[in-house]
């Protein structure tokens, strides 16, 4: 009896739900169908709308219009990603019509040059596998501050311009990399950044010429013995001259990291390599024409809607 009631129980809960699900679309064509014939009796409001937002998004896209983006990967030497944020942030906020808050007199460009800069913008590079290596560039900011399934990167960004000249591009990078490096805080990091690594080069050099001179005592001293027992420990043939090499090509690869270090930073942000450009316009034809289309189509239909109901909303708003 138990068993009977749970499969009644069962079969009425699949027909309660195949009956909701078929309720819902039976409601759905409904509302479409009452859409419908709305827009049908006032077809004509619905269609100058769609035509009015559709040539608004051709004279939007239209090709003088055109607005490209270009971005680059910067790399910083002796700062923070958010500092260098902190700094491209202040050409976001410019008035062109006060001169010193201009960017034409920030970036130091000509002023029709600034006029085609549509935004400067810096984005984080996120490192979800937290090996120091960039997994993903945050166009959106979607990363969260309490996110500890990644990390954001501290010694590069990415900036992107978006101008409607591309040919002005080279001027505008190199006066983006000029301004942050321009930066006084920003050159005092640097100075101090380059002292260190140029005392390491130093203190490894020293070290290379200690080791040298141990080597060469080691070599000419008691030549003649093949074993030697010091400090508990065993020496064996030759093997302080082992030891010693070990440690001098060490050395070497220090000093040659480092040097290595200095000739790629030859300022405190640089640019991994020239902007690209992507050819393809921010404002597209095909994008701005479709778009049209759909917001005409949604005012279209809430003008025909308020024309179908103008008499029960003229009531409404006279008994109000």
């Excluded at 399934?149 to 992107?160: F, G, K, P």
């Excluded at 080691?218 to 030891?243: C, M, P, R, V």
């Amino acid at each position: 009896m138990d068993k009977d009631s749970k499969e009644l129980n069962l079969v009425e809960i699949i027909s309660i739900t195949f009956k909701g699900i078929f309720n819902l679309f039976i409601r759905i064509f409904k509302g479409l169908g009452s859409i419908a014939h709305v827009i049908i009796n006032n077809w004509v409001v619905f269609l100058l709308t769609i035509i009015l937002c559709v040539a608004i998004g051709a004279f939007l896209s239209r090709p003088s219009a055109h607005k490209f983006k270009a971005g680059t990967t910067a790399y910083i030497a002796s700062s923070e990603a958010n500092f260098i944020k902190d700094i491209c942030r202040q050409l976001t906020f410019h008035d062109s019509d006060n001169v010193s808050l201009s960017l034409s007199k920030k970036l130091n460009i000509p002023e029709n040059v600034a006029q085609n800069i549509v935004s400067i913008n810096t984005y984080n590079f996120i490192d979800y596998l937290k090996d120091g290596t960039p997994d993903e560039i945050d166009f959106k900011d979607k990363r969260s501050v309490k996110d500890t399934t990644s990390v954001i990167l501290r010694d590069r960004l990415y900036i992107q311009v978006i101008t409607k000249d591309i040919e002005q591009i080279p001027i505008i990078q190199n006066a983006i990399l000029k301004f942050i490096n321009s930066n006084p805080r920003l050159v005092e990091e640097f100075e101090v950044f380059k002292l260190n690594v140029l005392d390491k080069i130093a203190q490894s050099e020293k070290e290379m010429q200690r080791l040298d001179s141990l080597s060469q005592v080691s070599y000419f001293k008691d030549i003649n013995k093949e074993l030697s027992f010091a400090d508990n420990k065993l020496t064996i043939g030759e093997q302080h001259k082992q030891l010693f090499y070990g440690d001098v090509l060490h050395l070497q690869d220090v000093i040659a990291h480092n040097k290595q270090v200095l000739a790629r930073t030859p300022s405190p942000v640089y640019f991994a390599s020239d902007f690209v450009i992507d050819t393809t316009p921010v404002n597209n034809q095909k994008k701005y024409l479709l778009i049209g289309f759909l917001i005409g189509a949604i005012i279209g239909t809430v003008f025909a809607f308020l024309l179908d109901k103008k008499r029960i909303i003229i009531d409404f708003i006279k008994n109000k």
